[in-house]
């Protein structure tokens, strides 16, 4: 019995300890949120009070800092425009193309001159006509030759009897195969000196004559089709100066823009210093209005 009691009082005492300990620990924690309140308010007006001191001290300077800062990036805009034009003077399209032009132009000309010029080529040139001259001379009098033979083995008989055959020529019945072969060849030996005559040299000069007029009709086609062609080359290479224009234009445009992004990276570097600085305001900050207590 006495084991309970002293049970019962000793329970009864952490009790009593514990509802102490308790009240210990409320009066603690009133006591320690009293000594922050004061602490923040003490500290909330030293930063109140010096703010408004910097501010006082910075109002009449941050006119005359804002308006260096603008005459900073005028004078950035001014010698960005500046660069600008000194780089579009830099690139005269027009000169740059009819330079181009000009100089293909003295360059085909050069060259034309040179093959025109060329003192092998002209000789080469009247030693391919001699040897045409003679070739196509020779084929034709050939030529010429055997088509007349051809045509006097074929009708040479009929045209013979034909104006012989009235004739009296009784004493040669027994061999006329021999008259016939005789008159023959002494036909083929005049038609042979015919063609050595003036009327048929003239003839064959006709056609030689001829085939030189095709042959300079050619030579003028080669000439229009090599005109084409140069036509064609300065065409190709107009195209090209076009080309390069337009990538210098596209190259222009890539540094202007460039210089424009890195112009606005300086500017907002420059705007988030001079804010981290104090001395400009950021706009954001006009959207939120704060109460200081």
Do not use: H, W
């Not at 060329?118 to 006509?129: G, W």
């Not at 016939?180 to 056609?207: C, G, T």
């Amino acid at each position: 019995m006495k084991l309970y009691d002293k049970i019962q009082e000793l329970i009864t005492e952490s009790e009593t300890l514990k509802q102490k300990n308790d009240e210990v620990l409320e009066l603690a924690k009133n006591e320690l949120s009293n000594l922050i309140n004061n602490k923040a308010d003490e500290n909330l007006e030293n930063l109140k009070n010096i703010f408004q001191g910097y501010l006082n001290g910075q109002l009449v300077e941050f006119p005359l800092i804002v308006k260096n800062n603008v005459k900073e990036l005028v004078n950035k805009q001014a010698l960005i425009a500046e660069v600008r034009n000194e780089l579009l003077s830099q690139f005269d399209k027009q000169a740059i193309a009819n330079a181009l032009k000009q100089e293909l132009k003295n360059e085909i000309k050069s060259k034309l001159d040179n093959l025109l010029s060329d003192s092998e080529l002209n000789s080469e040139l009247k030693q391919a006509r001699y040897e045409i001259v003679t070739e196509t001379t020779s084929k034709t009098t050939n030529a010429l030759t055997s088509k007349i033979l051809g045509v006097l083995e074929g009708k040479l008989n009929a045209i013979t009897e034909s104006v012989v055959k009235n004739l009296d020529f009784s004493f040669l019945a027994a061999q006329p195969k021999a008259f016939y072969s005789a008159i023959n060849e002494n036909l083929k030996e005049m038609f042979l000196n015919e063609l050595k005559s003036e009327y048929l040299q003239k003839y064959i000069n006709s056609v030689i004559e001829s085939y030189f007029k095709q042959a300079e009709r050619l030579k003028l086609l080669r000439e229009t089709e090599l005109k084409a062609l140069c036509y064609l080359q300065v065409v190709l290479e107009s195209n090209k100066v076009k080309m390069l224009q337009d990538a210098l234009m596209l190259e222009n445009q890539n540094t202007q823009n460039e210089l424009k992004i890195q112009n606005e990276i300086a500017y907002n570097e420059k705007r988030k210093q001079l804010i981290a600085d104090g001395q400009l305001e950021d706009e954001s900050f006009k959207q939120f209005k704060f109460k200081v207590i």
